[in-house]
């Protein structure tokens, strides 16, 4: 049994009702060509863009050819579900340097597990519904697909210049997830791109990873950097991560479609652990166990504690000066692991450097007033 062409299109029309019954804000379908984008991959992991994510090469063109993740498949259906928590808190944390900012995405549950699970449901109802074996697979930023350029070609928004999806009325605090299909559903139309001239995503990145419009050089993002990056970060960039501990958000933050964002619906996304308000000396007394504990069924636990260490001491760094913090510092430095010794040791001296100035200000104001008596002048002379 086949299903023609005016049954395919209603059946477009319910997977969409279905979709946004699921808690998916909006659902698009593309072709799988993505042949265009092929040029574009090929030199960006020429230029080592990537970084340490080999996976990102492993599978060579895979990733611009969807249809062979799944054979027999045709069609993407694209999900998009926001996940900007009530109250971010976006300035508050990033303008309080012993607050540690993690990116907005990771302060509830982990979305792969929500979105996968979500997809997997309106699969088995597009197979209740049709009493077919439509051959379907979930994908949710777990396996080599180009997910933003599908999700333009579905009409779920374009690609801005920071290389994620842009919807004039949501922004980009959204995740995606893609359903791919057999079946020759009718595709979607693709919006306009309407970055223009702007560039504020360019600008505003602390370390400048934007390269060039549309390419982002992994090596130099905050996100990898505190995320994918493996070993010790470079110090040429610590200063500039400030107090992100886990991912960045600047360059969503820069961009001017996002004060139409849209807050989440869906619970799983809100805020666990008190992540949007933690001090970074209250999560560097974390032991392992509690980080485990605390990160149970959190996208942060993919670091490990090694890494979740390496990035609060870096964010110690960058605090404002605390007595505290150098002897919390100094108390773990004996028993940590060489990776996290050497940021500790960073941090240290960003620490004392930080002394030394205030006690070198000080010192300049006390002779100025000092002088100012003597005269018998005015102390505000």
Known sequence: MSLN?????QLAIQIKEWGKALGFEAVGISDLDLSEHEQNLKDWLAKRYHGEMAYMESHGMMRARPQELHPGSVRAISVRMNYLPEHAQFAHTLKQPHKAYVSR???GRDYHKVMRNKLKQLGKKIEQ???LNVGFRPFVDSAPI???????????GWVGKHSLILDEEAGSWFFLGELLINLPLPVDQPVKAQCGSCVACMTLCPTQAIVAPYQVDANRCISYLTIELQGEIPVEFRSLIGNRIYGCDDCQLACPWNRYAELSQETDFSERHGLLSQDLLSLWQWDEQTFLDNTQGSPIRRIGYQR???????????????EK?????????????ELVQNHILWAIEQQQNKQANQLSTQTKQTKRLVRVVEKGLPRDA
């Open 308 to 322: 979740w260490q390496r990035n609060l001491a870096v964010g110690l760094g960058n605090a404002d000066y605390n």
């Open 5 to 9: 062409n005016e049954q395919l299109a």
């Open 325 to 337: 913090i150098i002897k919390a510092l100094t108390d773990k430095l004996e028993d940590s692991t």
């Open 146 to 156: 180009l997910e933003r350029p599908i999700a333009a070609k579905a009409g779920l």
């Open 105 to 107: 995405y990771a302060i």
């Open 129 to 131: 519904q049709t009493e």
